[in-house]
């Protein structure tokens, strides 16, 4: 890959729409730190945009996972600490959906219809952040 094809990955952006039209986005970004996945809700006012590092990443992708498993019985919330700093939780009323806030104010909310989905698309943003993680690694080297 020459220096010209490795800039032209990132932004990475995938979304993922449900059968009504609701969208979830899906972005890597990259930070110099290596990279950050972003998540969105497009289709809503008033959702805030949760930026995760590796470690989020991987505990969200975790979540998703036990949320499936765990559903119709509830879940006790995860916490990532650090520079982004998130809560992961079910809610179950009125439908299964993921909660995930970084302030106390603002909540993005993901719907169960999502969850696989995204679980895949977080399986391969993960390796893409690594990457760009490595490459800055590499630059300050």
Do not use: K, N
Not at 56 to 67: F, K, P, R
Not at 71 to 83: F, K, R, S
């Amino acid at each position: 890959m020459t220096e010209g094809q490795e800039d032209c990955l990132f932004p990475r952006i995938r979304e993922i729409t449900d059968a009504f039209g609701a969208r979830l986005r899906v972005s890597v970004e990259e930070h110099p730190s290596g990279a950050l996945v972003v998540l969105e809700r497009p289709d809503l006012g008033g959702q805030p945009r949760i930026l995760l590092d590796g470690y989020g990443v991987d505990v969200l992708s975790g979540y998703i996972m036990s949320a499936r498993l765990s559903v119709p019985h509830p879940l006790p919330d995860e916490h990532v600490d650090g520079t982004f700093t998130t809560r992961f939780e079910l809610g179950l009323e009125p439908a299964a959906t993921l909660l995930l806030a970084q302030s106390e104010s603002t909540v993005l909310d993901i719907p169960a219809p999502f969850w696989d989905r995204l679980y895949a698309e977080l399986c391969l943003v993960a390796a893409h952040a690594r990457e760009l993680g490595r490459r800055a690694e590499a630059r300050v080297h």
